[in-house]
């Protein structure tokens, strides 16, 4: 997995040095296992928080969907008992009521779960997922689609937000652009490990963490010591590389 690739950067050679020397060493040896421990808690924490929400939104989807099909058989009969004559007029409108401010109830429940998932993505992960959650959250003022066209656009976020969970796991790699130290918008490639998103520009210029910067919706990158960049490359370009403790 990229994580443990990029967690071996702290692991470090003793060779002899003077006494200073290897006292700083050991105090940063120490240090670096403190903060190993910390990076493992936060992903335990993270790995426990997908698993956990992971199966209620899987749960959710399906149920979503079986009301979905529920609600368009349900629509299909009264609209058949409508040509046909069979139900009298004022309870089919009272029954055809009841389903809309169900399906309204959906959407609505939908369109915040979108909202939510917006606030929650990496600044890195925003242009990946922005159309599905735009789409879905036009979907519920667009009056031109049918229930369950709206419904079928808002569930495609639930979708991709369970897909987004497995690849978080495990860290994931894909396209993108963002600032450089300059300010300059270049394309590149980005490394999602946890909380954690790295960038590598596609022309070996800038490489660092991609941080959220206010003003722009593109992830700003920040480099490191330039001891880090070759590691930083291969860890987003190839998904292994080892990171040097003291550059």
């Known amino acids: 997995m990229i994580f443990r690739s990029f967690v071996f950067c702290l692991v470090v050679t003793a060779l002899p040095l003077p006494l200073p020397a290897a006292e700083n060493l050991e105090r940063a040896t120490a240090t670096a296992g403190e903060d190993l421990q910390a990076s493992l808690k936060e992903l335990a924490t993270l790995r426990e928080q997908i698993a956990a929400e992971r199966l209620p939104l899987t749960r959710e989807l399906e149920s979503l969907e079986e009301r979905l099909r529920d609600l368009r058989q349900a629509q299909e009969k009264e609209l058949r008992a409508v040509d046909t004559g069979s139900l009298d007029f004022a309870a089919l409108q009272g029954e055809l009521k009841l389903r809309q401010e169900e399906i309204g109830y959906v959407g609505n429940l939908l369109d915040e779960y979108a909202r939510t998932l917006e606030s929650r993505l990496n600044v890195a992960e925003l242009p990946r997922h922005a159309g599905a959650i735009a789409s879905a959250r036009e979907a519920t003022a667009d009056n031109s689609l049918t229930p369950p066209e709206k419904l079928t656009r808002q ?15 495990g860290g994931t790699r894909f396209a993108g652009t963002a600032l450089d130290p300059r300010g300059v918008v270049t394309p590149g490639q980005f490394a999602l490990i946890g909380p954690v998103a790295l960038f590598a520009a596609s022309d070996g210029g800038s ?18 010591e330039a001891a880090f960049n070759p590691a930083i490359v291969a860890v987003v370009n190839e998904g292994t590389g080892l990171l040097p403790l003291d550059p």
């Open 155 to 169: 569930l495609t976020v639930v979708s991709a937000s369970l897909t987004r969970a497995d690849e978080i796991i």
């Open 207 to 224: 490489a660092g963490l991609a941080l959220a910067q206010s003003g722009s919706s593109l992830p700003a990158v920040r480099p490191l």
